[in-house]
């Protein structure tokens, strides 16, 4: 019989790659994790620093850096992150490498509420603390507490979405009958909006009184501007 040399041949090969693959697998899942990258997705601002990414995914109080890549539960230290009230989402992951990634979507503060306790409202309408690491430049309202969130929300989504409003609307403030007040950046009159009710109609109104006055140099000349009447802007002087 003869021996056909080029199937042994093959079958040495593909034994060989086999045991390579094997023991390189083996060796990989052994390996310490010596380096961990996080990456921000939004991260101009950050409300939670590189530093409390590394701290939360800490694990059993050893340092990452002594875990070997077979010993790490991915899921948990994303769960673990996804439960800071800072992030919105986290995806981690392993290089091949031997470093771990992070890869973090903060939560977005739209507006601060000052009621007993401060707090933010994210851009999902939820409660969001306050950050010992960055301070959001976003409206300020007052008059509500976190029971009034429903009602206040679709008010500072709106005034976030329009970048004219975003440029000069510093606060808002609640007031005992329901109606809201606006303050504007760097000017001295108040606007009554009255309900948020026919908020578009409104907002549409005080932009074209605000450029009208603008253009006549009146802008200072007010001390308050009233929305609250139906097509109609009613002023007063100081």
Known sequence: MKVNWNYIKAFALLAVLVFLYSFSAKRNSGRKVDKVAVQFTNGENLYIAETAVNKLLIVSKDSLEKQTKESLDLSVLEKRLDENKMI????????????????????????RIFDKNAFYID????????????????PLISGISEKNLEEVFPLVTQITKDNFLKKHIIA?????????????????????LGKTTNFNKKIKNFKAFYKKAHQDQKLNAYKSVNLQFENQVVCTKK
């Open 172 to 192: 808002i403030q609640r007031l005992s009958s329901g109606d809201y007040k606006l303050s504007l950046r760097n000017l001295d009159f108040e606007v009554y």
């Open 123 to 138: 851009s999902d309408g939820k409660k969001m603390p306050l950050s010992d690491n960055y301070s959001a430049r976003v």
């Open 88 to 111: 919105a989402d986290a995806d981690v992951y392993m290089n091949v490498d031997g470093s771990l990634g992070a890869i973090i979507t903060q939560r977005q503060p739209i507006a």
